[in-house]
C-alpha cells in the first residue's frame, strides 16, 4: 500500500488499532497513522476476498496492483468508499441478515469536516447506545439527508451498515449498534 503512503505492515496495524478504537467508542475523534485516513481505513479492510465499491481512481489502481480489489457494485459490496454525499443510495446497501448481521456492508465516507463543535457546513448527529456514555454530538460535514439515510439503514439492528467518517488524519465511527439522531 505504499503507493497510498501507507505502510503495509505498520500503517495498517496502527490503522486496525485506531478503527477498533473508533468503533467501541462511536462518536469520538481518533486519528490515523496516515493520512488521507480513507485510504488507510480502507487499506486496512480490504484484502483479496472483499468485495469493493469506490470511484476513487488512485484507491482502485493501488487495490489492484496489490491484487486485492475485487469490484462490485455498491449495494453488493462489503466495504463501499466515497466522497462526500454519494450518487447512490445508502439505504440500499446490504445489512446483513439476522443470522449474520456482520455481513452488513461497511461505508467510508471521506467528508469535509469532523468535529465536536459546530462548523460550517456540518450536520449534528447526537449518537446514543453501546459504547456511547449517556450521549454524544458530533458535526460531520455531510447533508443531513445523507446522515438521515444512514439512520435509517441501521434501524433494524442487529442488521444495519458500519459508517467510518474521515477527514484528514481523523476518524469517526459509527457502528450499526448506535442509534442517531439528526439534527
Not at 450518487?87 to 443470522?99: A, E, I, M, N, Q
Not at 456492508?105 to 460550517?120: I, K, L, W
Not at 442488521?159 to 439534527?183: C, H, K, N, Y
Request: glycine residues 8%.
Amino acid at each position: 500500500m505504499r503507493a497510498l503512503g501507507i505502510d503495509p505492515v505498520h500503517g495498517t496495524r496502527e490503522t486496525f488499532r485506531t478503527l477498533c478504537d473508533a468503533m467501541s467508542r462511536p462518536g469520538t475523534i481518533q486519528q490515523t497513522p496516515t493520512e488521507p485516513a480513507d485510504y488507510a481505513v480502507v487499506a486496512t479492510l480490504v484484502d483479496h476476498e472483499i468485495k469493493t465499491h469506490t470511484s476513487d481512481g488512485t484507491l482502485q489502481k493501488a487495490l489492484s496492483e496489490q491484487g486485492r480489489l475485487q469490484d462490485a457494485q455498491p449495494e453488493d459490496a462489503d466495504i463501499v468508499h466515497t466522497h462526500g454525499a454519494p450518487s447512490w443510495d445508502v439505504g440500499k446497501l446490504d445489512r446483513g441478515s439476522l443470522v449474520e448481521p456482520s455481513d452488513g456492508a461497511t461505508v467510508v465516507y471521506r467528508v469535509e469536516s469532523v468535529s465536536n463543535s459546530t462548523t460550517e457546513g456540518s450536520t449534528s448527529v447526537t449518537l446514543s447506545g453501546p459504547g456511547v456514555p449517556d450521549a454524544t454530538t458530533v458535526h460531520i460535514g455531510l447533508p443531513a439527508a445523507e446522515l438521515d439515510s444512514i439512520r435509517q439503514a441501521q434501524s433494524t439492528y442487529p442488521r444495519g451498515i458500519d459508517v467510518v467518517f474521515t477527514v484528514g488524519d481523523q476518524i469517526v465511527a459509527v457502528p450499526r449498534s448506535v442509534s442517531l439522531e439528526v439534527a
